[in-house]
């Protein structure tokens, strides 16, 4: 069942859903609003002020400030840079080394695969949680890490992904004719196999950013991933739990933030989903 | 002139089925041979293995009499472009993903350096591919479209651009109009035909239809269980000599 579509009888989803739409121009605008926080900002994000401590909000201050005196706009959007940034960092390495990987392994088969289908399986072993946990214990808590043991994680997938595609596509006659055709390994990988297996990697990397946007905020929450006083939204809602009482605002906003974004890369990924899908059906 | 001679071929799946077994002959510079032959027989196997796509068991195969059944793909090289194939089913012959164009450039791309072309001239890539889709009667500007957007026969039209795209010697079509309607079957053969005298082709023209095979080609070879059962001159197909199967073919159609 597809994700927009769901029931008997609805017309298929078409081309563009406004749905899609919105969960672009939304993420787009909060990219925009992260990048532009980097050069506009009014605040020192770390710069502690115990006179200004828990403020209400007010013109300097649109959101007020924390426990430190510190500006909480700021801080929110940088935050999103750090969360945003280093999920995206994180999901980039993956592709990086998951889909050169599940290429070769798919093209190749034979030996080739079976060695690097077990090493895969070696990695998809363990659970996210427990490989950060791990590596957080081994090499130090920080974010650097933590983006670590979420590559040595997702990357599997993306191997996995793009080699089950291969495998079926390199069966066709086109692959054949190429290879009739003189034309080495690695132009066949890059000019007829690897333009197939961009739709399903997108549509993964998309559905994935959420869930690893919330692995960073949940480590820096519990205190594995961004270390203070750098603002992450899961450091900064930890950061706020003890004034939870007297001000719940400060554990709201960035709690709604990582909902909100997280949302958003949902969307986007079942709006990709279907628009992948659909083109496919064109096609055959 | 032999262009290719086949001896004693063999090749087996996975050692109980025999698809092609104890074969032999020739095929001469320029003509067009038939082979013709039910489903199964081992047709499209030979094709595969006449192009060193699927590694044979016994026998040898001689290109312009040179043994080519042992060549590494390094050595296989310089014959590759000299043999192309016309596979069955355009659609899968060519990738979804790329425009025609980019499809169609592929055999000029890697062996441009060692190629003297004398029908087609390559300035840019543009030009190049809307001359062979002119060579194969298309209009120039499905150049920039994908493969669903064509209609079949024009899609194996485009496949057979491609195989010519380098001037070869020899064409496996390997049933080239099987996924064709009739009108469109008659157009593509009819052009094969143009091709094969403009370009000085030989066809290895690989089908089940002798209706096609018998107006395409010079010589007719059977084929039955893998086996050669019959060969002979296109004139002489009612003949009183043919085999039995090769009748029984005939009285089907």
Same mark, same amino acid.
């Given at each position: 069942?597809?994700?927009?579509?769901?029931?008997?009888?609805?017309?298929?989803?078409?081309?563009?859903?406004?749905?899609?739409?919105?969960?672009?121009?939304?993420?787009?605008?909060?990219?925009?609003?992260?990048?532009?926080?980097?050069?506009?900002?009014?605040?020192?994000?770390?710069?502690?002020?115990?006179?200004?401590?828990?403020?209400?909000?007010?013109?300097?201050?649109?959101?007020?400030?924390?426990?430190?005196?510190?500006?909480?706009?700021?801080?929110?959007?940088?935050?999103?840079?750090?969360?945003?940034?280093?999920?995206?960092?994180?999901?980039?390495?993956?592709?990086?080394?998951?889909?050169?990987?599940?290429?070769?392994?798919?093209?190749?088969?034979?030996?080739?695969?079976?060695?690097?289908?077990?090493?895969?399986?070696?990695?998809?072993?363990?659970?996210?949680?427990?490989?950060?946990?791990?590596?957080?214990?081994?090499?130090?808590?920080?974010?650097?890490?933590?983006?670590?043991?979420?590559?040595?994680?997702?990357?599997?997938?993306?191997?996995?992904?793009?080699?089950?595609?291969?495998?079926?596509?390199?069966?066709?006659?086109?692959?054949?004719?190429?290879?009739?055709?003189?034309?080495?390994?690695?132009?066949?990988?890059?000019?007829?196999?690897?333009?197939?297996?961009?739709?399903?990697?997108?549509?993964?990397?998309?559905?994935?950013?959420?869930?690893?946007?919330?692995?960073?905020?949940?480590?820096?929450?519990?205190?594995?991933?961004?270390?203070?006083?750098?603002?992450?939204?899961?450091?900064?809602?930890?950061?706020?739990?003890?004034?939870?009482?007297?001000?719940?605002?400060?554990?709201?906003?960035?709690?709604?933030?990582?909902?909100?974004?997280?949302?958003?890369?949902?969307?986007?990924?079942?709006?990709?989903?279907?628009?992948?899908?659909?083109?496919?059906?064109?096609?055959? | 002139?032999?262009?290719?001679?086949?001896?004693?071929?063999?090749?087996?799946?996975?050692?109980?089925?025999?698809?092609?077994?104890?074969?032999?002959?020739?095929?001469?510079?320029?003509?067009? =041979?038939? @082979?013709?032959?039910? !489903?199964?027989?081992? $047709?499209?196997?030979?094709?595969?293995? /006449? %192009?060193?796509?699927?590694?044979?068991?016994?026998?040898?195969?001689?290109?312009?009499?040179?043994?080519?059944?042992?060549?590494?793909?390094?050595?296989?090289?310089?014959?590759?472009?000299?043999?192309?194939?016309?596979?069955?089913?355009?659609?899968?012959?060519?990738?979804?993903?790329?425009?025609?164009?980019?499809?169609?450039?592929?055999?000029?791309?890697?062996?441009?350096?060692? =190629?003297? @072309?004398?029908?087609? !001239?390559?300035?840019? $890539?543009?030009?190049?591919?809307?001359? /062979? %889709?002119?060579?194969?009667?298309?209009?120039?500007?499905?150049?920039?479209?994908?493969?669903?957007?064509?209609?079949?026969?024009?899609?194996?039209?485009?496949?057979?651009?491609?195989?010519?795209?380098?001037?070869?010697?020899?064409?496996?079509?390997?049933?080239?109009?099987?996924?064709?309607?009739?009108?469109?079957?008659?157009?593509?053969?009819?052009?094969?035909?143009?091709?094969?005298?403009? @370009?000085?082709?030989?066809?290895?023209?690989?089908?089940?239809?002798?209706?096609?095979?018998?107006?395409?080609?010079?010589?007719?070879?059977?084929?039955?269980?893998?086996?050669?059962?019959?060969?002979?001159?296109?004139?002489?197909?009612?003949?009183?000599?043919?085999?039995?199967?090769?009748?029984?073919?005939?009285?089907?159609?």
């Amino acid at each position: 069942m597809k994700g927009l579509s769901v029931g008997i009888g609805l017309p298929k989803v078409k081309k563009h859903s406004w749905q899609g739409i919105m969960a672009i121009i939304c993420v787009v605008f909060v990219f925009v609003v992260a990048i532009y926080a980097f050069f506009y900002l009014r605040h020192d994000p770390t710069l502690t002020n115990l006179d200004h401590r828990l403020q209400d909000m007010s013109l300097q201050h649109p959101l007020g400030t924390d426990q430190l005196g510190r500006d909480v706009l700021t801080r929110l959007l940088l935050g999103g840079q750090q969360t945003i940034g280093y999920s995206l960092l994180a999901l980039i390495v993956a592709l990086i080394i998951g889909i050169p990987f599940g290429l070769i392994s798919g093209y190749k088969r034979g030996l080739v695969d079976r060695i690097f289908m077990r090493i895969a399986d070696g990695f998809l072993a363990f659970p996210d949680t427990i490989v950060a946990i791990v590596l957080s214990g081994l090499l130090g808590p920080g974010i650097g890490n933590l983006v670590l043991a979420i590559v040595m994680v997702k990357w599997v997938n993306y191997a996995r992904l793009v080699r089950s595609t291969v495998l079926s596509e390199s069966q066709k006659d086109y692959v054949l004719i190429a290879r009739i055709n003189g034309l080495p390994s690695s132009k066949i990988m890059r000019k007829h196999l690897f333009p197939h297996i961009m739709g399903h990697v997108f549509v993964l990397a998309s559905l994935d950013l959420g869930k690893i946007i919330l692995l960073i905020s949940a480590f820096s929450y519990i205190g594995l991933g961004a270390q203070p006083p750098v603002p992450e939204w899961g450091a900064m809602l930890n950061d706020s739990r003890p004034y939870f009482q007297s001000r719940p605002e400060l554990m709201i906003y960035p709690g709604l933030a990582i909902m909100v974004v997280v949302l958003l890369t949902n969307m986007l990924g079942d709006y990709l989903r279907d628009h992948f899908d659909v083109k496919k059906e064109v096609q055959q | 002139m032999s262009l290719l001679t086949v001896e004693r071929l063999k090749k087996s799946y996975q050692e109980v089925k025999t698809a092609v077994n104890n074969l032999s002959f020739e095929l001469n510079k320029g003509e067009c =041979l038939g @082979l013709v032959g039910e !489903s199964g027989c081992g $047709k499209s196997t030979l094709a595969r293995c /006449l %192009l060193r796509i699927e590694p044979i068991d016994s026998g040898s195969i001689y290109f312009n009499d040179e043994a080519i059944e042992k060549l590494s793909e390094r050595q296989l090289h310089p014959y590759r472009k000299k043999i192309q194939i016309v596979f069955q089913n355009p659609s899968a012959a060519l990738n979804p993903k790329l425009k025609i164009k980019d499809s169609l450039i592929d055999p000029y791309g890697q062996y441009r350096k060692e =190629l003297n @072309l004398n029908y087609f !001239s390559y300035t840019s $890539k543009d030009a190049f591919v809307k001359q /062979l %889709l002119e060579a194969v009667e298309l209009p120039a500007d499905l150049a920039d479209r994908y493969p669903h957007e064509l209609s079949g026969g024009q899609r194996q039209r485009v496949t057979i651009a491609r195989a010519i795209s380098i001037e070869p010697e020899l064409i496996v079509l390997d049933e080239p109009t099987a996924s064709l309607d009739v009108i469109s079957q008659g157009a593509v053969l009819t052009l094969l035909t143009e091709l094969r005298e403009t @370009l000085n082709l030989s066809y290895l023209f690989i089908s089940h239809d002798l209706a096609a095979v018998s107006q395409m080609s010079q010589r007719i070879i059977v084929m039955k269980e893998g086996k050669l059962v019959d060969q002979f001159n296109r004139n002489h197909l009612f003949s009183e000599e043919r085999h039995p199967y090769t009748k029984e073919l005939i009285s089907i159609f």
